[in-house]
């Protein structure tokens, strides 16, 4: 397939890229600048350098294309901006087309639970609120097969903003990473190239769309992953935080995210797709694996 990719610089879509591309399909990545062109020129695909916000213009790249997948993202406060703008492209462009668009989501959109299942409720913290009423757009769209991957906290090959915030917690006096809240609070995790493997999956599959929760089913506690953290860089060890130590140093809206309680375990994309996770676990990473210093 001809596909084209939002993102194809970032963690997640990196990943996706060299999936795409070790299967076959030729990417054409959307990029802003011509030093991200030279990295994706690099790793396979075909370099666009465009403005996503261009909404004709990205509609018209699009239609080109046999499918789109979308990861860009700022992470900032212009992150609903540009996911309404690159949704309001693609269905300029494929409204009744038949052809596939998967957005990234995240599972934090589901606030506190532990069975995070795609007809869970939505209890979205302030951080994500905006998620999913422009994800509903997508999946709403007539004539296009839409489908929204929900991932948990992404990880593999070293890096991942989230690995990178535990890797760098700040120490106490006796040398211990100072876990985020108390660290009994679970979280839904997922390497970043059995991700990748699950969008080529969807992507390909002329029956998927809707929504699909995504996480490798091991849920650890932040405690869990603080002490093999500490083990990656060298510290003496872990040890309890406290909510407002996390706002304070985070802030409000960053810190409510980590200190939600969640946990899935991808029963429609193990039983509908085929999926399984092969990689290890962020716990089996940090101690032993590509973030160990």
Sequence with gaps: MKVALTGATGFIGSHVLTELDQHGHEVTALVRNDAQADIVKARGATPVVIDLYDRPAVASLLTDADGAIHTAS???????????????????AYVGTGKPFLEISGAWVYGDNLSITEESPFNAPALVSWKEPIERRVLSTT???????????????????????????????????????????????????????????????????????????????????????????????AV??????????????????????????????RSELGWQPTHPSLTDEFRNGSYRK
């Excluded at 700022?74 to 300029?92: I, Q």
């Excluded at 106490?172 to 999956?201: C, E, P």
Aim: glycine residues 16%.
């Design 74 to 92: 700022p992470g900032d406060a212009t992150s609903a901006d540009l996911d309404s703008a690159v949704v309001d492209a693609v269905t300029r």
């Design 143 to 237: 004539g296009m097969r839409g489908a929204v991957i929900v991932s948990g906290t992404a990880y593999g090959d070293g890096g991942g903003g989230i690995p990178g915030l535990l890797l760098g917690s700040p120490r106490d006096d006796a040398g211990n990473l100072i876990m985020l809240g108390t660290g009994q609070q679970h979280w839904s995790t997922v390497h970043a190239a059995d991700l990748a493997n699950f969008f080529r999956r969807v992507l390909e599959d002329d029956s998927a769309r809707g929504r699909y929760i995504v996480g490798n089913g091991v849920n650890p506690t932040v405690a869990e992953l603080t002490e093999a953290a500490a083990v990656a860089v060298g510290a003496s060890g």
């Design 240 to 269: 309890r935080g406290s909510d407002d130590e996390a706002k304070a140093r985070l802030g409000d809206y960053f810190a409510e995210v980590l200190l939600l309680d969640q946990g899935t375990d991808a029963a429609r994309a």
